[in-house]
């Protein structure tokens, strides 16, 4: 089985909520190894595009709102990466279904998530859900230098004198 790497952000409900240590707790069962972690003040620029797939869904704006922090008192979020073998398949299994009353209620998502009367799924916990996105996930929200392994490709580029190892294929661009 090959060894792969996910995304995993503990949205503003889960911080509000003092869900952190329960839900890593929750993750170790998996044996993964976390390779990364950070709390994170969303910009709408990043939540934007997070969420660029989203862009024409009806509860977009709220989902917008939400990652950023808006409708919580906590304006973070937790990311972190997971690394180990079929990392997407076990994260998703404990995160459970996206929507809450959907999920089973062992679940991350079962056991804490709920629907706003707006539509929008208030479900703790985002985790990627291909290699493709996890890859595109992981490059928009950690610098590689954040990051304990070499996962994918980089490059350095020199601002103003000052050395800094980026994405060399960075979809977003963020340095160029
Ligand atoms: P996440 O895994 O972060 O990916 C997209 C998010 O949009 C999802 O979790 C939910 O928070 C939200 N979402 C997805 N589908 C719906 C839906 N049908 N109605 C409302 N919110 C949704």
Same mark, same amino acid.
């Given at each position: 089985?090959?060894?792969?790497? &996910?995304?995993?952000?503990?949205?503003?409900? *889960?911080? /509000?909520?003092?869900?952190? *240590?329960?839900?890593?707790?929750?993750? /170790? !069962?998996?044996?993964?190894?976390?390779?990364?972690?950070?709390?994170?003040?969303?910009?709408?620029?990043?939540?934007?595009?997070?969420?660029?797939?989203?862009?024409?869904?009806?509860?977009?704006?709220?989902?917008?709102?939400?990652?950023?922090?808006?409708?919580?008192?906590?304006?973070?979020?937790?990311?972190?990466?997971?690394? *180990?073998?079929?990392?997407?398949? +076990? @994260?998703?299994?404990?995160?459970?279904?996206?929507?809450? !009353?959907?999920?089973?209620?062992? &679940?991350?998502?079962?056991?804490? *998530?709920?629907?706003? &009367?707006?539509?929008?799924?208030?479900?703790?916990?985002?985790? /990627?859900? /291909? @290699?493709?996105?996890?890859?595109?996930?992981?490059?928009?929200?950690?610098?590689?230098?954040?990051?304990?392994?070499?996962?994918?490709?980089?490059? @350095?580029?020199?601002?103003?004198?000052? +050395?800094?190892?980026?994405?060399?294929?960075?979809?977003?661009?963020?340095?160029?």
């Amino acid at each position: 089985m090959p060894n792969t790497k &996910t995304l995993v952000l503990i949205k503003p409900d *889960g911080l /509000s909520k003092s869900l952190t *240590g329960n839900i890593i707790t929750r993750f /170790s !069962e998996t044996r993964l190894e976390i390779i990364a972690a950070k709390i994170v003040r969303v910009s709408r620029e990043l939540a934007e595009k997070h969420y660029e797939a989203h862009k024409d869904k009806p509860f977009y704006s709220e989902l917008i709102d939400y990652i950023m922090g808006k409708l919580h008192k906590r304006h973070k979020v937790m990311a972190l990466i997971y690394y *180990g073998e079929n990392a997407i398949e +076990k @994260i998703r299994a404990i995160c459970g279904k996206t929507n809450p !009353e959907e999920a089973d209620p062992e &679940t991350i998502r079962g056991q804490y *998530g709920r629907i706003l &009367t707006s539509g929008v799924f208030e479900n703790v916990v985002h985790a /990627s859900d /291909s @290699i493709e996105s996890a890859e595109r996930e992981i490059k928009l929200w950690f610098e590689p230098d954040e990051i304990i392994y070499d996962l994918y490709p980089t490059e @350095i580029k020199v601002f103003m004198n000052y +050395k800094k190892r980026v994405w060399k294929d960075d979809p977003y661009r963020k340095y160029t």
